[in-house]
């Protein structure tokens, strides 16, 4: 099966061997997305809802360059460092779903960097647009 990847301009450089998204059968998977700026730093520190608001907007970007939408989004993997950020990660997340939500789970974890608060990663169902 082809597969094709998916690097919206402007991406920086991963910190481990992956791409931001992957595009193979109409399916685009969308890598793990931490709250980093182009060169890896992590941004907004401690504001766990101005970090999932740039999550999400990187994850709309990769959504975006394959000719999808949030809409298109089916699925979401959600890791919180502390429960006590939930609140502000779901207040955000039904601003960029606010229709039919999609389906997913979140849990607590240990992130890459200690100052990133959530990390999300996407399935959406674009078709073979790109």
Avoid at 3 to 15: C, E, F, N, R, Y
Avoid at 19 to 24: F, R
Avoid at 65 to 83: E, K, L, P, S, Y
Wanted: proline share 8%; net charge negative; with cysteine.
């Amino acid at each position: 099966m082809p597969k094709q990847a998916i690097i919206p301009p402007g991406t920086g450089k991963p910190l481990a061997p992956y791409v931001p998204g992957t595009l193979a059968d109409g399916i685009l998977y969308v890598s793990g997305t931490l709250p980093f700026d182009k060169d890896n730093n992590v941004v907004h520190v401690g504001d766990a809802t101005a970090q999932t608001r740039h999550v999400l907007e990187i994850i709309k970007g990769v959504v975006e360059a394959t000719g999808g939408t949030m809409d298109d989004v089916t699925f979401n993997h959600i890791f919180v460092r502390d429960w006590a950020d939930y609140a502000k990660v779901n207040e955000v997340y039904a601003e960029y779903f606010p229709g039919v939500k999609p389906a997913r789970y979140c849990i607590q974890a240990g992130l890459v960097k200690p100052d990133a608060l959530v990390e999300i990663a996407s399935i959406a169902h674009v078709g073979k647009k790109a």
